[in-house]
């Protein structure tokens, strides 16, 4: 049986998100090719993680038997979110475009994922990367929407695209290989003209078809990653990025994990 994550960060709720109907039609399709599927939802968009503070980063670099009280409570929601991705064979996450970036909302999920003795360890004697991933061996798919286009490597706003090297960047801490991130991303949003409709059309095509070629795949997708993530250029991530797009799919707009 498979576990899918699925991670929605929108802002907006779901009858205004792209992306959101992207994730709810990857996890449909998902559940049609596997159906015993148990599927985790985090909804940070509409309930935000907060930001890291000097508490938080404190009770982290303190070893767990030596934490007080008030840092294992400060690292309970972190501690928790972890545990979801150590769950997941698969994480969806939707992955809007905000300032060219990342929204708040899903760097502060990276920010309490990334986490030491729990998703990575550090050891200066490694010499020039003294980081290395503790997870491996999960699949990331990105369903991404923008209201502007040419984010693509080579593009004309390719050198402006902090979203898609970021998260390929951070993919480690996710146990996932940034090599076999799968990347959907729907463009024109802000034009909404012909080319934001096709966009639309196409990733939700692009969309359903990863999520049925992972969910038939189940359990075999499992062995699709290799066991030794790396840390891709920008320029890799930005060659990855297929460039696509959606359109309206209700979602529950809990933001607590959801478990099916
Ligand atoms: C606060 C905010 C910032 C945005 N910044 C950008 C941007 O820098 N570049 C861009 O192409 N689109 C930008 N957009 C447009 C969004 O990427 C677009 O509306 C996308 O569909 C958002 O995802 P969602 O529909 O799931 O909410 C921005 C939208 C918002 C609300």
């Not at 049609?32 to 980063?57: L, M, Q, S, W």
């Not at 390719?158 to 993919?171: E, F, Q, T």
Request: charged share 30%; with cysteine.
């Amino acid at each position: 049986m498979a576990t899918l994550l699925r991670i929605d960060a929108s802002a907006q709720l779901e009858d205004r998100s792209l992306t959101r109907k992207l994730t709810g039609i990857f996890t449909e399709e998902f559940l049609k090719a596997a159906p015993d599927t148990e599927i985790i939802v985090r909804d940070v968009g509409y309930e935000p993680i907060p930001a890291i503070d000097h508490r938080f980063i404190h009770a982290a670099f303190t070893p767990p038997h030596a934490r007080e009280r008030w840092m294992r409570e400060r690292l309970a929601l972190s501690d928790r979110l972890v545990d979801e991705v150590e769950e997941a064979d698969i994480i969806v996450m939707g992955a809007p475009m905000y300032n060219y970036g990342l929204p708040t909302a899903l760097k502060g999920w990276i920010d309490h994922v990334a986490r030491i003795g729990r998703t990575f360890s550090f050891d200066p004697s490694r010499g020039d990367f003294p980081i290395e991933p503790i997870l491996s061996g999960k699949k990331l798919v990105v369903l991404s929407s923008r209201g502007e286009f040419g984010f693509e490597a080579g593009g004309q706003r390719g050198h402006m695209n902090a979203l898609d090297p970021a998260i390929a960047a951070c993919a480690h801490y996710f146990g996932v290989d940034a090599r076999t991130i799968e990347t959907v991303a729907i463009e024109y949003q802000e034009f909404k003209d012909d080319r934001h409709y096709r966009s639309v059309e196409a990733a939700k095509r692009k969309t359903r078809e990863i999520a049925l070629r992972l969910g038939s795949s189940w359990p075999v997708s499992g062995s699709l990653v290799p066991d030794t993530p790396v840390i891709p250029s920008a320029h890799e991530a930005l060659e990855r990025t297929a460039f696509s797009s959606s359109r309206h799919f209700p979602v529950n707009p809990d933001s607590e994990a959801r478990r099916r």
